[in-house]
């Protein structure tokens, strides 16, 4: 019995699945890598610039503070703050306090050169040291460092601050340790801070486009692909998979309408090809023997077996051809054949041929003279039980058990696979003899038979073609039927 294949193991499901996961993967790894690229590149050119800016603040800062002109340099700062709002600039001591945020440097250079060389300015007292950022130390430390960096202050699509910062160390150069000393490295560290807040934003809302242009491509493209398969390869494939369901079925009408000619094609056309073939074949079955099909695959090779022998014949068929049309004859007789077939199968029988208004089946195994006789019993019942069916004709039916030929008898452009020997004569004589609704077999089958069947006789019969006399018992009857 054909089964339908299951949700998750439908072929279209699976193309669907791998197009979206190839279209996905693919287009992916591009946009990927243009937004990677796109990235990298905005963060080089605002590093290139920090770079440019810090060089051009440094030197600026470095001959103010190197002068002496700290009120200078701090007025510099404010210039430079004010100046953009997308960039400030900050300068730090190395233990991470703003610069000129009190007097504590000045106070310390004055005691270093014991004169009132700067004068004190009216600032705040000192905080406690607040380090700007984490990185700190790493540029203020030994040796000192240049560092770039990516500063985020909370998510900027949330309202957050998105900065690149720049820590360049001053370094305590020797002209510079008269003033300061010479027991540290870094005098502190120009922090140049540029907000790049606008340009994440838009970059954000640009890779955020492009995604969404990326998954309406990839729907797009697994729309269009997966029809264009589903149209050339999945539909014509399912309809050969419904055609061999229905073929499996035992229905041969349908076939494939496929009209491309490429190998989707090719198979369609082979498939209605075979089944057409099928149909044939089926259809013959309907004229050859089940031992004749058996033979076609178990082989064809003639052997010797026992088999049970059953003939049947209409009574006085011939004059009833004579009183009736042909449609009439024909109907009745095909009517009492297909009866006659019913039982027989439905009793493990094999119709070997029909020979005019005659039935000839063979019972195989070793029940094969029950089987037999409880068909006989069914047969010649049958014009009983529905006379009108039959059209007031009767069935005489013989029946021999005994060792046959069984083998492909006929010539090379028709043959059948039918049995031969001593018992089918048997059984076609006992046939020949036997009244209608009467049931006469022979002594092996008698023999044969189960204890359950009543049989009448024996009586000495001498058969045409036989020396010596037959004994002959009439089946009474048994289980399947009552009297004969």
Not at 191 to 197: A, H, L, N
Not at 283 to 303: D, F, H, I, M, W
Not at 378 to 396: R, S, Y
Not at 448 to 469: C, H, I, M, N, T
Request: hydrophobic share 40%; aromatic share 6%; proline share 4%.
């Amino acid at each position: 019995m054909a089964t339908r294949p299951s949700r998750g193991s439908s072929l279209t499901l699976k193309v669907d699945l791998l197009l979206i996961a190839a279209l996905a993967l693919g287009i992916g790894a591009v946009m990927a890598a243009f937004a990677v690229s796109l990235l990298s590149f905005r963060d080089q050119l605002t590093t290139e610039s920090l770079k440019r800016q810090g060089d051009d603040h440094f030197v600026a800062v470095e001959t103010l503070m190197i002068s002496g002109n700290a009120p200078q340099a701090v007025g510099y700062f404010t210039k430079v703050n004010l100046t953009s709002a997308a960039t400030s600039i900050r300068l730090y001591r190395r233990d991470g306090t703003p610069a000129f945020s009190d007097n504590s440097t000045i106070d310390r250079v004055n005691q270093r050169l014991k004169v009132q060389r700067f004068e004190p300015q009216d600032r705040p007292p000192v905080a406690a040291p607040a380090m700007p950022t984490p990185r700190f130390n790493e540029a203020a430390g030994f040796p000192p460092r240049e560092l770039f960096f990516r500063d985020d202050q909370g998510l900027a699509l949330a309202g957050g601050t998105a900065y690149f910062r720049a820590y360049r160390p001053l370094i305590n150069l020797p002209k510079c340790t008269v003033c300061h000393g010479a027991d540290h490295t870094v005098r502190g560290v120009i922090d140049i801070r540029s907000d790049v807040t606008p340009i994440v934003k838009a970059q954000a809302l640009t890779i955020g486009g492009a995604g969404a242009a990326f998954l309406a491509v990839v729907a797009a493209l697994a729309l269009i692909i997966g029809s264009f398969l589903r149209r050339v390869v999945l539909r014509p494939v399912q309809a050969v998979g419904r055609l061999c369901a229905e073929v499996t079925a035992g229905r041969f009408e349908g076939r494939v309408d496929v009209r491309t000619r490429d190998e989707i094609g090719v198979l369609a056309n082979t498939v209605n090809t075979m089944v057409g073939g099928l149909r044939e074949r089926f259809e013959l079955t309907k004229y050859v023997s089940a031992s004749t099909l058996g033979a076609l695959t178990e082989g064809q090779e003639p052997r010797r077996a026992t088999r049970t022998l059953m003939f049947t014949d209409v009574r006085g068929f011939t004059s009833y051809t004579e009183r009736r049309s042909a449609e009439q004859v024909v109907g009745v007789l095909n009517r009492l054949l297909e009866q006659q077939s019913a039982v027989i199968q439905a009793n493990g029988g094999d119709i070997d041929k029909f020979v005019g208004d005659s039935v000839v089946a063979v019972f195989s195994g070793p029940d094969g003279a029950n089987r037999a006789c409880r068909a006989a019993i069914q047969v010649v019942h049958l014009c009983a039980q529905k006379p009108q069916d039959c059209d007031g004709l009767t069935v005489g039916v013989g029946i021999a058990t005994g060792s046959v030929i069984q083998g492909m008898i006929g010539s090379i452009r028709r043959a059948d696979y039918t049995v031969i020997g001593d018992s089918v004569n048997l059984a076609s004589r006992l046939c020949g003899i036997a009244r209608g609704m009467q049931v006469l077999v022979s002594d092996a089958t008698r023999s044969e038979a189960d204890a359950r069947f009543r049989f009448r006789g024996p009586y000495s019969v001498r058969l045409k073609g036989k020396a010596d006399a037959q004994r002959v018992w009439i089946l009474a009857g048994g289980p399947g039927g009552t009297r004969s």
